[in-house]
């Protein structure tokens, strides 16, 4: 799974070679949820990025078109503070991996699935995310402290909601500390009953270079489609 983490953690690329955990170990439910089927994989979305740094009424709006490998953006708004980067921008989310699915985590499972909530509808799974499946030195440092939760329907067996909560403060760079962060995401389906994410809220605390920073962005996902 590739959610979009644009501006608090960059964009979150998976390494592409990834010793996966024995999944015969895993609740059954969980691994039919996180082991995605056979769909289309020419698709387009358009997304929207709230942040706190932006002036009010300002968004990172963008439209993205992947084809297989190929992948290309559209962007619609740019906030002010980042006109001057626009070629950087563009840049960073075409090579970011773009997918919006919420049915493939094998490749983060990096410890024991464990049944931490129940009801009639769903059951809630924790994990310890495998840092060995980021690809970027840095996030990789915060994600090996992190932990992530996934809530699976339990009738038509899919992800509903998933959540990354870091454990403990780390420091990924020499001159930066994180204290907090948490991803709370929420998924639904496309006719084709495969789910995608709908809306990511990301809160990061932390200090860099001596100064505090307390960040928090809301991205949507909208308008999904397949091409052909």
């Known amino acids: 799974m590739r959610h979009l983490l644009f501006a608090c953690l960059c964009v979150v690329v998976l390494s592409p070679d990834v010793a996966r955990a024995?999944?015969?170990?895993?609740?059954?439910?969980?691994?039919?949820?996180?082991?995605?089927?056979?769909?289309?994989?020419?698709?387009?979305?358009?997304?929207?990025?709230?942040?706190?740094?932006?002036?009010?009424?300002?968004?990172?709006?963008?439209?993205?078109?992947?084809?297989?490998?190929?992948?290309?953006?559209?962007?619609?708004?740019?906030?002010?503070?980042?006109?001057?980067?626009?070629?950087?921008?563009?840049?960073?989310?075409?090579?970011?991996?773009?997918?919006i699915w919420c049915d493939d985590y094998r490749d983060m499972i990096g410890g024991d699935v464990e049944l931490v909530a129940e009801d009639d509808a769903t059951s809630t799974y924790s994990f310890m995310i495998n840092p060995d499946s980021i690809e970027d030195k840095t996030q990789r440092k915060i994600m090996k402290k992190t932990m992530m939760t996934l809530t699976i329907n339990k009738a038509d067996k899919w992800v509903t909601d998933f959540k990354y909560t870091l454990l403990e403060p780390v420091k990924p760079m020499v001159v930066a500390k994180v204290r907090e962060f948490s991803l709370i995401g929420q998924c639904q389906r496309q006719e084709n009953g495969r789910p995608h994410v709908s809306s990511i809220e990301t809160r990061v605390s932390g200090s860099a270079m001596g100064d505090d920073f307390n960040q928090f962005q809301r991205q949507t996902v909208t308008n999904v489609a397949l091409l052909d």
């Open 22 to 99: 024995d999944s015969s170990q895993w609740p059954e439910l969980f691994r039919e949820a996180v082991t995605p089927a056979e769909f289309h994989t020419g698709f387009q979305f358009e997304s929207i990025i709230e942040d706190e740094k932006f002036e009010e009424g300002e968004t990172l709006h963008y439209v993205v078109r992947q084809q297989d490998e190929a992948r290309t953006i559209e962007l619609i708004s740019l906030p002010a503070e980042m006109q001057e980067d626009r070629e950087k921008v563009i840049k960073k989310l075409t090579e970011g991996e773009g997918q």
